[in-house]
Each structure stands twice: as C-alpha cells, then as structure tokens.
Nanobody, 121 residues
Framework: QVQLVESGGGSVQAGGSLRLSCAPS????????IGWFRQVSGKEREGVAG????????VYAGSVKGRFTISQDNAENTLYLQMNNLQPEDTAMYYC??????????????WGQGTQVIVSS
C-alpha cells in the first residue's frame, strides 16, 4: 500500500508557474499508475495528468495540455507537475493519486493529502 505526500502549492499571479511534487512511499509504488487530480470546493474531483507504468505513456486533461507537464525522476519515486501559464480557473486543491485505470477520480485507489494552488488575476 502506497502513501503519497504532495508539496509545492502556493499563490501566484496569472501567467506564473509552479511545480508540484509528490513523494510516494510503500512498496511496490513503482508498479502503479500515478498522477494528479484537482478539486474546487463543492465540485467533483477531476483528472489533470497521469503516467502509466511499464511504458504505458502519459495522459492529460484537455484543459491543461500544452501548459502542464507531468514527469518522474529517474528512480520513479518522485512525481512532478510543472504548471506554466497558470490561469485563475486552475485554482484548486491538487492531489497526487496512485493506482487508477483512467483520469476518473472514482478509479483511484490511493490519494495524497492535497496541496493548494491559488491563481489571481
């Protein structure tokens, strides 16, 4: 069973950038899909980006494609989300997630505690 700890959230002006990090622990975390979801209060949690194991590729939500980049370190034990050209609509709590079938929140088996991102105009 994996544990996920996010960091890197904060407040930025529109057009700015942030890099989120997720540190997984617990074997066999490297065998799981891993990615990022976000949620605004009162709304459903939505998928942002994910990486599938064993060369399964990456997937992005259409709303962030071209602005956000998901990546892992060489040891596959730290996940990153580089967020560029942030917009107010990106304001949300961002969650690291592991072991999911797709970018659908109901399919996720493990969640981090969340890190807040606030983008002001």
């Amino acid at each position: 069973q994996v544990q996920l700890v996010e960091s890197g959230g904060g407040s930025v002006q529109a057009g700015g950038s942030l890099r989120l990090s997720c540190a997984p622990s617990g074997y066999p975390y490297s065998s799981y899909s891993i990615g990022w979801f976000r949620q605004v209060s009162g709304k459903e949690r939505e998928g942002v980006a994910g990486i599938y194991p064993g060369g399964g590729g990456t997937v992005y939500a259409g709303s962030v494609k071209g602005r956000f980049t998901i990546s892992q370190d060489n040891a596959e034990n730290t996940l990153y989300l580089q967020m560029n050209n942030l917009q107010p609509e990106d304001t949300a709590m961002y969650y690291c997630a592991a072991d999911f079938r797709s970018l659908v929140a109901e399919s996720v088996n493990y969640w981090g505690q969340g890190t807040q991102v606030i983008v002001s105009s």
